[in-house]
């Protein structure tokens, strides 16, 4: 069995594996679809926190079932899984909140992922999605990340929801909040990403901050009042301290990129807004269910977020491409058949 392996930042390297047997409570998936996300960039560059090498990156998968011992499921069905593991028995697992878990396993971060042709995976996170093509079902997990920081905020239909970074999980974010009702604003310093905001999914109001007042811009739009929710999906240390400024009095911050630093705000500033701030980890069951009817709806549609595909057995050498500005890459998706 192939399995592309990241040995260490900025080297791929092509193993045959032994076969994946299947045990009591797992189920053996054929993988056909991997999505490229911003961690595995991060991980490939050697940027990524909580990450060790070598490791077998992809999390976002399409698969079909070989084998199960999961009556509920079919041979030759097509799934997706919930890649966080977690352990079940700690303070955030007791609350259902097994995102967050203080002993998580994220598959292809803190334990091998998918990038390989046959994995065994516990029943418990595969995920049933009747009508979903491999592409929609490679999609489920990233959108399900921007379905629970809208959760998370407590968005409500009519609010100014401004996203920082329209990269994929930000486009996501944008969608799941204009879903919720939201009067959503963009924010990118990439003209061509804001591009796609607007001609593919329908985003109002674009703001480049390199290229204008951003602070003005919103007063304009919100007429004075400031979105009530600043989600930031950029993962950018000056993104995140700027956008601090950018809260409505009573508003909520979710931070949803990851930043390896400190980050730094006025607390005066904050604490005259009486503001809340908030982190967003992963997604929950119910996110999964809830991104998965947008898709069998149409209400989302895969085809706006997938740009580019490779080829399994040729990534390694083209790996790179995917993060080069000038491949205007959303989305990338690895086809392994």
Do not use: W
């Not at 045959?16 to 490229?36: A, F, H, M, T, W």
């Not at 999980?169 to 990439?190: C, F, P, S, T």
């Amino acid at each position: 069995m192939r399995a592309l392996i990241c040995k260490e930042p900025g080297i791929f390297e092509y193993q045959d594996l032994s076969e994946p047997k299947l045990e009591p409570g797992y189920s053996i998936l054929s993988v056909k679809r991997v999505g490229v996300c911003g961690t595995d960039i991060h991980a490939f560059a050697g940027n990524q926190p909580f990450f060790e090498y070598p490791r077998i990156l992809g999390h976002e998968l399409a698969a079909s079932i070989l084998e199960t011992t999961d009556p509920d499921f079919e041979v030759g069905e097509l799934v997706t899984l919930i890649p966080y593991f977690n352990c079940g028995d700690c303070v955030a697992c007791n609350q259902g909140k097994g995102n967050c878990c203080v002993r998580i396993k994220v598959y292809g971060v803190h334990i091998d992922g998918g990038m390989r042709q046959r994995i065994a995976v516990p029943n418990e996170y595969l995920i049933k999605a009747p009508g979903l093509d491999l592409d929609a079902l490679a999609l489920v997990e990233p959108l399900s990340i921007g379905q629970h920081a809208v959760v998370r905020s407590g968005l409500k239909p009519g609010e100014f929801a401004l996203v920082v970074g329209a990269g994929p999980i930000g486009l996501g974010l944008m969608e799941m909040a204009r879903l919720a009702g939201a009067q959503v604003i963009a924010m990118d310093v990439n003209e061509s990403r804001l591009g796609v905001c607007e001609q593919k999914f329908g985003i109002k109001y674009l703001i480049n901050p390199a290229k204008e007042d951003a602070l003005e811009r919103l007063k304009e739009i919100t007429n004075g009042n400031m979105p009530s929710v600043v989600f930031d999906a950029s993962g950018s240390l000056k993104a995140i301290n700027q956008a601090f400024q950018f809260l409505a009095h009573t508003g909520r911050y979710v931070l949803v990129g990851l930043q390896k630093e400190y980050i730094s705000f006025s607390h005066p500033e904050f604490h005259k807004r009486e503001a809340t701030l908030m982190s967003s980890r992963n997604a929950s069951k119910q996110d999964f269910a809830q991104v998965i009817r947008y898709l069998q709806s149409g209400q989302v549609n895969p085809v706006h977020y997938i740009t580019h595909r490779y080829d399994f057995e040729s990534i390694a050498e083209k790996f790179q491409q995917i993060s080069q500005p000038e491949n205007a890459c959303i989305k990338a998706i690895i086809e392994l058949d």
